[in-house]
């Protein structure tokens, strides 16, 4: 039986997560993006997820709902159970996940690749800046930060998203779906 692929996307903030996985998603319809569930306010923009409050959330958690679920920044994620059914059917799909939960994320599909992305501090702050979300001060202690290490026993692909976005799907997608001949 085939299964579908789980495609964890990384990075730190600014880096272009949601923009690749956007990109990604419109150049292969059928990949499936999945939404979040998060204990942020419903307008807080970025990415499209569902809004919960912390005790909608606990009970989520309780129910069972989540097959991955995690804390960070001062905030809950989680990822609903149905994208199991999805792999199972073999859907390939897509999350942008915390490097602190890839490990646990590895054992959802037997096919588990984590892309890893990443830009020049620069890039960082200048994005970070354009958000206009955090101050100069905030922005600078959130590059400080020492990002969270990847496991080394996963498959990993590394791309660089400092240039044009159309180029980073493009490196992408040829690394995840390479051209058969």
Known sequence: MTHGRLIAVVGPSGVGKDSVID???????????????????????GEDFDARSQDDFEEMVAQGLFCLDWAAHGLRYGIRSNVLTRLARGEDCIVNLSRAVLAEAAHLAPDFVVLALTASPKVLQERLAGR???????????????????????NVMSVSNDGPLDDTVMRVLAGIYPARG
Request: net charge positive; charged share 35%; glycine share 4%.
């Open 132 to 154: 206009a979300r955090e101050t100069e001060a905030e922005i600078a202690a959130r590059l400080a930060r020492d990002a969270a290490c990847v496991p080394a026993d996963l």
């Open 23 to 45: 990109g990604l998603c419109r150049v292969r319809p059928a990949l499936h993006r999945v939404r979040r569930v998060i204990t942020r306010d419903a307008d807080a923009g």
